[in-house]
């Protein structure tokens, strides 16, 4: 295994999904610690500096979503949820305590590789604070410098709240973004229960960006959390 | 008859009495003919005898009465520490009831049964005192001197001439597990009272003389022996009649008891108790109330409630009747109830009221024809107060007054007019007239005033020498008399007239509320109704607050409804309301139980058991309710209980129905579940043990073949497992509707998005109006599961590669979303049958017939409606609708 895509923790009490996880990661390139509890999870954290954290909300010590904010306040290691669905709420409010990303039970190899990569990705940019001024997704092109969208080389016009939202989804691209964490960037935080303005210029924003809005390709609703903005894998 | 076959109904009641009595504690009741024979000193002996078994007995309350040898028993008792009362400057010590309760040792002695509690304890009576402990599991040894027993009371002042006050009623002899007769031979009592060794209270002591006669005590140790061998005797009965000796047959009695509120009653009550005892017979009585009489006297209500009392508590069942003619009330009745010995009193009336009036004795001795009837004398020796009819007490209002003497004026006017052409006599008939028509309007006051007024205006203007009031002719003094006669018979009859009007009025208000009360509850379901409704009409009726209350899960007394009907009950009125549903009886206000409470609770009994309590919180114009009121609240109270009773049983069955279903469903679901979760467990199982085998190379091609194949059903396992929980969920109504305001398109989106992977190239269209509302009101991942099951249910039975359409309108204050196929359509009349539970269309592939099932649930919980239907052209179309409502603000527009 000549290649190091870096080092996992993975956080999960269940010995089956531990051995999938190791199985696949590391057939992928990854270095991997394993953790059965929270507080081990921490400990880990702590000794090995991991480039993501994977971990289970249903953990039998810790409460999953007190774990991340124990994370937040010492590191900023990209950290993926992996929840089951009767822990729906949980999510959110991880997601809200600055988790990067989550998983719903069962997921396949491809979409937990597809969102390390893109952890890793923003862990990297930034680290090196580099940031390119240019986002490029299949035919839409947005310049961070000037402001400006173009869709198949056409310029769009945005309002600012559209381009706004457009930018913090590109700042979190590939990433979900919850309702909660959208209205506060782009509205302040005086407007964070106010999903209804969310949904209306996510609306406005799909029917300029996107050829059928029933069927979106790049602003990717996701049920009940928020939404993400789909990059390549 | 079948000899020796015991009835299967006697041993259960036998059964049942003793499951009961195993659960209270036993009564013993050490029985004397006299103080002095010892029973306290015979108490103690068996308590000390019991102690060094090792049982747990303690001492509640014993008077030793200082002496020596009774001390010396008592030693080595645990005491439990008497209750210290201040009562008007002395202080009494009583039996502390809750220490006892709360030390539930197996035995406790109780001394003195017949004692009175001092006021402000929780009982009158001690006996009461003793209930409680007895239902408390808690066995009593207690003393008794055989004339304390009520139905005896009489017949003992007849012997001694000491009328004894304190008295307890028979049932608690029957009650009593054991009796032991403390029998000593006059002789000896009367040696030792010689010797002081009798206590005899000071208050007694002057007519101790009388009392410890040779042959007082004579008939008293005969009595207590007779009643001690009776009970044997009943005993005996029962044995024998459980074992199935059967020689001696039940003599099916049955007696009724005549009775009012003259005292004499009281004897007529004890008789009776008297001969249903020695005939083992049942026993009524009956009161029989006139309404045509005039409204009795607070005085003799009063009377009458305690003479119904004292019945009830020797074991009768009462009745108040009504009729015009008592007799054939009394003998209906009696027929009615197969009664075979009627008991009625000696008529204590003057003669010439029979002659005139008839007499009742007579009629019903005469129209008895198979029936018994006993005439019992009446006790000369007690004052009879004759109970006074009088009209009900109300004051007159000015305007009758004035009415009055308007109605004399108007009367003078009038003769005086007809003066020159009738007699001055035909006068008085005009203010007779007027004396009429005020009687008939204004109270009793008023009527008097216009009859005087009336003589005196008719002297003063029509008699000569006029304008004086005196008489020249004597005859008139005959006119005046005769007058004033005539017009105070006419003022009483017309006020009586309209007294008993009043009084049937309010018989017929309270037998209407009764009637439509009845009504009402026929109606409603659901205890919170029922009682509010029972609570809102004996609130009407008796102009007082109701309330109704009905015990939880735990026993506990709770309130299901409140309105302006009802009042609050503090700790204490709680307390007493718990008592009462807890031991069956009323109590509170006007009872004998905690009546120091600001209201008076009667049990809710029902058929199967106790359902509930009434409180009833008098207004602020009564103080407490007559026997009369307490029968009416207590009839509301018997409907309101059977209605509760109706609502409970119905609930409960609703409840095992529901239990029943959700085992069946239970069932259906690990028969599904086994099933159709094996189906793909094997495969993967199958394909997974394939790649593992190590001696066997597959290609390439196999091997992706297999690992698909395990992909593909574990999937397959997801969905089913997300809809089996679902459905759980839903079915134990966890899942709340969280509906939140969003585009449609965006959950569409979400869905497609989900399912693209397994959509591939099937041919979709979307067909969404960007006229559709802008946000729509319901919960994001509810409503996402429904489009997935629709898609996925629509993947799964249409043929690849044939188009889907998913469309959405605006139809009715609705937004309607339609997925449509082409595929093989729903089998004629299966329309509405997919949508139930474990219901799955024919194919392959099919999950466990929950998807549309969940569907529905959600989409009903959302306050819309799903249906599907075949399409024209082939195919089937599913067609969900939500309602709209009112748009939330929207952000203003930018720019």
Same mark, same amino acid.
Not at chain 2, 677 to 690: D, F, H, M, N
């Given at each position: 295994?000549?290649?190091?895509?870096?080092?996992?923790?993975?956080?999960?009490?269940?010995?089956?999904?531990?051995?999938?996880l190791?199985?696949?990661?590391?057939?992928?390139?990854?270095?991997?610690?394993?953790?059965?509890?929270?507080?081990?999870?921490?400990?880990?954290?702590?000794?090995?500096?991991?480039?993501?954290?994977?971990?289970?909300?249903?953990?039998?010590?810790?409460?999953?979503?007190?774990?991340?904010?124990?994370?937040?306040?010492?590191?900023?290691?990209?950290?993926?949820?992996?929840?089951?669905?009767?822990?729906?709420?949980?999510?959110?409010r991880?997601?809200?305590?600055?988790?990067?990303?989550?998983?719903?039970?069962?997921?396949?190899?491809?979409?937990?590789?597809?969102?390390?990569?893109?952890?890793?990705?923003?862990?990297?940019?930034?680290?090196?604070?580099?940031?390119?001024?240019?986002?490029?997704?299949?035919?839409?092109?947005?310049?961070?410098?000037?402001?400006?969208?173009?869709?198949?080389?056409?310029?769009?016009?945005?309002?600012p709240?559209?381009?706004?939202?457009?930018?913090?989804?590109?700042?979190?691209?590939?990433?979900?973004?919850?309702?909660?964490?959208?209205?506060?960037?782009?509205?302040?935080?005086?407007?964070?229960?106010?999903?209804?303005?969310?949904?209306?210029?996510?609306?406005?924003?799909?029917?300029?960006?996107?050829?059928?809005?029933?069927?979106?390709r790049f602003?990717?609703?996701?049920?009940?959390?928020?939404?993400?903005?789909?990059?390549?894998? | 008859?079948?000899?020796?076959?015991?009835?299967?109904?006697?041993?259960?009641?036998?059964?049942?009495?003793?499951?009961?009595?195993?659960?209270?504690?036993?009564l013993?009741?050490?029985?004397?003919?006299?103080?002095?024979?010892g029973?306290?000193?015979?108490?103690?002996?068996? #308590?000390?005898?019991?102690?060094?078994?090792?049982?747990?007995?303690?001492?509640?309350?014993?008077?030793?009465?200082?002496?020596?040898?009774?001390?010396?028993?008592?030693?080595?008792?645990?005491?439990?520490?008497?209750?210290?009362?201040?009562?008007?400057?002395?202080?009494?010590?009583?039996?502390?009831?809750?220490?006892?309760?709360?030390?539930?040792?197996?035995?406790?002695?109780?001394?003195?049964?017949?004692?009175?509690?001092?006021?402000?304890?929780? &009982?009158?009576?001690?006996?009461?005192?003793?209930?409680?402990?007895?239902?408390?599991?808690?066995?009593?040894?207690?003393?008794?001197?055989?004339?304390?027993? +009520?139905?005896?009371?009489?017949?003992?002042?007849?012997?001694?001439?000491?009328?004894?006050?304190?008295?307890?009623?028979?049932?608690?002899?029957?009650?009593?597990?054991?009796?032991?007769?403390?029998?000593?031979?006059?002789?000896?009592?009367?040696?030792?009272l010689?010797?002081?060794?009798?206590?005899?209270?000071?208050?007694?002591?002057r007519?101790?003389?009388?009392?410890?006669?040779?042959?007082?005590?004579? #008939?008293?140790?005969?009595?207590?022996?007779?009643?001690?061998?009776?009970?044997?005797?009943?005993?005996?009965?029962?044995?024998?009649?459980?074992?199935?000796?059967?020689?001696?047959?039940?003599?099916?009695e049955?007696?009724?008891? %005549?009775i009012?509120?003259?005292?004499?009653?009281?004897?007529?009550?004890?008789?009776?108790?008297?001969?249903?005892?020695?005939?083992?017979?049942e026993?009524?009585?009956?009161?029989i109330?006139?309404?045509?009489?005039?409204?009795?006297?607070?005085?003799?209500?009063?009377?009458?409630?305690?003479?119904?009392?004292?019945?009830?508590?020797?074991?009768? +069942?009462?009745?108040?009747?009504?009729? &015009?003619?008592?007799s054939? =009330?009394?003998?209906?009745?009696?027929?009615?109830?197969?009664?075979?010995?009627?008991?009625?009193?000696?008529?204590?009336?003057?003669?010439?009221?029979?002659?005139?009036?008839?007499?009742?004795?007579?009629?019903?001795?005469?129209?008895?024809?198979?029936?018994?009837?006993?005439?019992?004398?009446?006790?000369?020796?007690?004052?009879?107060?004759?109970?006074?009819?009088?009209?009900?007490?109300?004051?007159a209002?000015?305007?009758?007054?004035?009415?009055?003497?308007?109605?004399?004026?108007? %009367?003078?006017?009038?003769a005086?007019?007809?003066?020159?052409?009738?007699?001055?006599?035909?006068?008085?008939?005009?203010?007779?007239?007027?004396?009429?028509?005020?009687?008939?309007?204004?109270?009793?006051?008023?009527?008097?005033?216009?009859?005087?007024?009336?003589?005196?205006?008719?002297?003063?203007?029509?008699?000569?020498?006029?304008?004086?009031?005196?008489?020249?002719?004597?005859?008139?003094?005959?006119?005046?008399?005769?007058?004033?006669?005539?017009?105070?018979?006419?003022?009483?009859?017309?006020?009586?007239?309209?007294?008993?009007?009043d009084?049937?009025?309010?018989?017929?208000?309270?037998?209407?509320?009764?009637?439509?009360?009845?009504?009402?509850?026929?109606?409603?379901?659901g205890?919170?109704?029922?009682?509010?409704i029972?609570?809102?009409h004996?609130?009407?009726?008796?102009?007082?607050?109701?309330?109704?209350?009905?015990?939880?899960?735990?026993?506990?007394?709770?309130?299901?409804?409140?309105?302006?009907?009802?009042?609050?009950?503090?700790?204490?009125?709680?307390?007493?309301?718990?008592?009462?549903?807890?031991h069956?009886?009323?109590?509170?206000?006007?009872?004998?139980?905690?009546?120091?409470?600001?209201?008076?609770?009667?049990?809710?009994?029902?058929?199967?058991?106790?359902?509930?309590?009434?409180?009833?919180?008098?207004?602020?114009?009564?103080?407490?309710?007559?026997?009369?009121?307490? &029968?009416?609240?207590?009839?509301?109270? !018997?409907?309101?209980?059977?209605?509760?009773?109706?609502?409970?049983?119905?609930?409960?069955?609703?409840?095992?129905?529901?239990?029943?279903?959700?085992?069946?469903?239970? !069932?259906?679901?690990?028969?599904?579940?086994?099933?159709d979760?094996?189906?793909?467990?094997?495969?993967?199982?199958?394909?997974?043990?394939?790649l593992?085998?190590?001696?066997?190379?597959?290609?390439?091609?196999?091997?992706? +073949?297999?690992?698909?194949?395990? &992909?593909?059903?574990?999937?397959?396992? !997801?969905?089913?497992?997300?809809?089996?929980?679902d459905?759980?969920?839903?079915?134990?109504?966890?899942?709340?509707?969280k509906?939140?305001?969003?585009?449609? +398109?965006?959950?569409?989106?979400?869905?497609? !998005?989900?399912?693209?992977?397994?959509l591939?190239d099937?041919?979709? =269209?979307?067909?969404?109006?960007?006229?559709?509302?802008?946000?729509?009101?319901?919960?994001?991942?509810?409503?996402?599961?429904?489009l997935?099951?629709?898609?996925?249910?629509?993947?799964?039975?249409?043929p690849?590669?044939?188009?889907?359409?998913?469309?959405?309108?605006?139809?009715?204050?609705?937004?309607?979303?339609?997925?449509?196929?082409?595929?093989?359509?729903?089998?004629?009349?299966?329309?509405?049958?997919?949508?139930? =539970?474990?219901?799955?269309?024919?194919?392959?592939?099919?999950?466990?017939?929950?998807?549309?099932?969940? %569907?529905?649930?959600i989409?009903?919980?959302?306050?819309?409606?799903?249906?599907?239907?075949?399409?024209?052209?082939?195919?089937?179309?599913?067609?969900?609708?939500?309602?709209?409502?009112?748009?939330?603000?929207?952000?203003?527009?930018?720019?």
């Open positions: 295994m000549a290649e190091d895509n870096g080092l996992i923790l993975l956080i999960e009490d269940e010995p089956q999904m531990r051995r999938f190791r199985v696949t990661l590391q057939s992928n390139g990854y270095r991997l610690v394993e953790a059965p509890t929270g507080q081990e999870g921490l400990m880990q954290a702590t000794t090995r500096s991991p480039d993501v954290v994977l971990l289970d909300l249903g953990l039998p010590d810790i409460d999953g979503i007190d774990l991340t904010r124990r994370f937040r306040e010492w590191t900023e290691v990209p950290v993926i949820i992996i929840s089951a669905r009767e822990q729906e709420e949980d999510k959110i991880a997601l809200d305590a600055g988790a990067d990303d989550y998983l719903t039970k069962p997921f396949g190899a491809g979409e937990l590789l597809a969102r390390i990569r893109v952890a890793l990705r923003h862990s990297i940019l930034r680290q090196t604070g580099q940031k390119d001024p240019v986002f490029v997704l299949d035919e839409l092109r947005v310049d961070l410098s000037t402001r400006q969208v173009f869709l198949k080389e056409m310029e769009i016009h945005l309002t709240i559209e381009y706004r939202l457009l930018a913090v989804l590109i700042r979190n691209a590939g990433k979900v973004v919850t309702h909660t964490h959208l209205l506060k960037e782009v509205w302040g935080p005086v407007y964070a229960e106010q999903t209804q303005y969310l949904r209306v210029y996510m609306a406005q924003l799909r029917r300029k960006l996107e050829t059928d809005p029933a069927r979106p602003l990717i609703n996701e049920p009940g959390v928020g939404y993400r903005l789909r990059i390549s894998a | 008859m079948e000899e020796g076959r015991p009835d299967p109904e006697l041993i259960l009641a036998q059964l049942r009495m003793e499951e009961e009595k195993n659960r209270e504690g036993q013993k009741i050490f029985f004397g003919a006299a103080p002095g024979v029973k306290t000193y015979a108490m103690l002996e068996a #308590a000390r005898q019991k102690l060094a078994d090792g049982i747990d007995v303690v001492a509640g309350m014993v008077e030793t009465h200082k002496r020596k040898e009774t001390e010396e028993l008592l030693k080595g008792l645990e005491l439990i520490p008497r209750r210290q009362v201040e009562y008007r400057g002395t202080t009494l010590s009583e039996l502390d009831l809750d220490r006892a309760l709360e030390r539930k040792p197996a035995i406790i002695l109780v001394d003195e049964l017949a004692h009175t509690n001092a006021t402000e304890s929780r &009982h009158k009576k001690r006996w009461q005192d003793i209930y409680e402990l007895l239902g408390a599991g808690i066995s009593v040894y207690t003393t008794v001197n055989v004339q304390h027993i +009520e139905s005896l009371n009489d017949v003992i002042a007849q012997i001694t001439g000491i009328r004894v006050r304190e008295t307890i009623p028979d049932f608690l002899l029957d009650r009593a597990d054991e009796i032991e007769l403390i029998d000593l031979p006059p002789g000896d009592l009367l040696q030792r010689r010797e002081g060794k009798v206590y005899v209270s000071e208050l007694a002591a007519a101790k003389e009388s009392f410890f006669r040779r042959g007082n005590l004579l #008939a008293l140790r005969e009595l207590a022996l007779r009643r001690t061998a009776e009970r044997v005797d009943a005993q005996m009965q029962t044995y024998r009649e459980v074992k199935g000796v059967r020689e001696v047959w039940p003599a099916g049955r007696i009724l008891v %005549c009012g509120p003259n005292p004499l009653s009281i004897r007529l009550i004890r008789a009776a108790k008297r001969m249903a005892a020695g005939l083992r017979a026993w009524i009585a009956v009161h109330e006139a309404p045509s009489k005039v409204k009795p006297s607070e005085e003799d209500l009063r009377r009458l409630s305690e003479h119904m009392r004292l019945a009830e508590s020797l074991g009768a +069942e009462t009745a108040t009747l009504s009729s &015009h003619k008592a054939e =009330k009394i003998l209906s009745y009696a027929r009615d109830r197969n009664v075979t010995k009627i008991i009625i009193g000696k008529p204590t009336h003057p003669l010439w009221k029979d002659r005139l009036f008839g007499s009742l004795l007579d009629e019903v001795v005469r129209g008895s024809g198979k029936i018994d009837v006993y005439v019992i004398t009446g006790d000369t020796s007690e004052p009879v107060p004759r109970p006074v009819a009088r009209a009900a007490p109300q004051g209002s000015i305007a009758e007054w004035l009415l009055s003497l308007a109605s004399v004026a108007a %009367c003078t006017g009038l005086a007019l007809m003066r020159p052409l009738f007699n001055p006599v035909d006068a008085a008939m005009v203010y007779i007239l007027g004396i009429m028509v005020i009687a008939s309007k204004a109270g009793k006051g008023p009527s008097v005033l216009s009859t005087f007024l009336s003589v005196a205006s008719f002297d003063f203007f029509f008699v000569p020498p006029f304008y004086t009031f005196s008489v020249s002719d004597a005859r008139y003094v005959l006119t005046f008399f005769v007058m004033f006669a005539v017009a105070s018979v006419i003022s009483r009859l017309t006020l009586r007239v309209r007294a008993q009007a009084a049937a009025r309010q018989r017929e208000r309270r037998t209407a509320a009764l009637y439509s009360l009845s009504r009402k509850l026929v109606h409603e379901r205890i919170e109704n029922l009682s509010s029972a609570a809102r004996i609130s009407d009726v008796f102009s007082s607050h109701v309330v109704v209350l009905v015990p939880d899960e735990g026993g506990k007394l709770t309130v299901p409804a409140t309105g302006p009907e009802t009042f609050a009950l503090d700790q204490k009125e709680m307390s007493v309301a718990q008592w009462a549903f807890d069956r009886q009323r109590a509170g206000l006007g009872t004998d139980t905690l009546s120091g409470a600001k209201a008076l609770y009667i049990p809710l009994g029902a058929a199967s058991k106790t359902v509930g309590v009434i409180g009833v919180l008098p207004g602020p114009t009564q103080e407490f309710f007559d026997q009369e009121q307490v &029968h009416v609240v207590e009839s509301f109270a !018997n409907q309101t209980a059977m209605a509760i009773e109706r609502a409970m049983v119905s609930e409960e069955a609703q409840q095992s129905l529901l239990k029943a279903e959700t085992e069946e469903l239970r !069932n259906t679901l690990l028969s599904s579940v086994s099933h979760l094996r189906t793909p467990l094997a495969a993967i199982t199958g394909a997974a043990t394939t593992m085998q190590k001696d066997v190379t597959l290609k390439a091609s196999e091997q992706l +073949e297999l690992v698909q194949t395990i &992909h593909e059903e574990a999937e397959h396992l !997801n969905q089913i497992i997300r809809n089996v929980l459905m759980t969920r839903l079915d134990a109504g966890a899942i709340t509707v509906k939140e305001w969003q585009p449609f +398109e965006e959950i569409v989106g979400a869905v497609l !998005n989900r399912l693209s992977e397994r591939g099937r041919p979709l =269209k979307t067909n969404l109006p960007e006229d559709l509302p802008l946000l729509v009101s319901f919960d994001p991942l509810l409503i996402e599961q429904v997935m099951n629709l898609l996925d249910n629509s993947l799964k039975y249409t690849e590669g044939t188009p889907l359409e998913i469309s959405a309108f605006v139809k009715d204050g609705e937004i309607v979303m339609e997925l449509a196929d082409r595929g093989p359509g729903i089998p004629e009349g299966e329309e509405e049958r997919i949508f139930e =539970k474990f219901v799955r269309g024919s194919g392959s592939g099919g999950g466990i017939g929950l998807g549309l099932t969940i %569907c529905r649930a989409i009903t919980a959302h306050g819309g409606s799903i249906t599907a239907e075949n399409r024209p052209g082939g195919g089937a179309v599913f067609r969900f609708s939500l309602p709209l409502g009112e748009q939330p603000p929207l952000p203003e527009p930018e720019d």
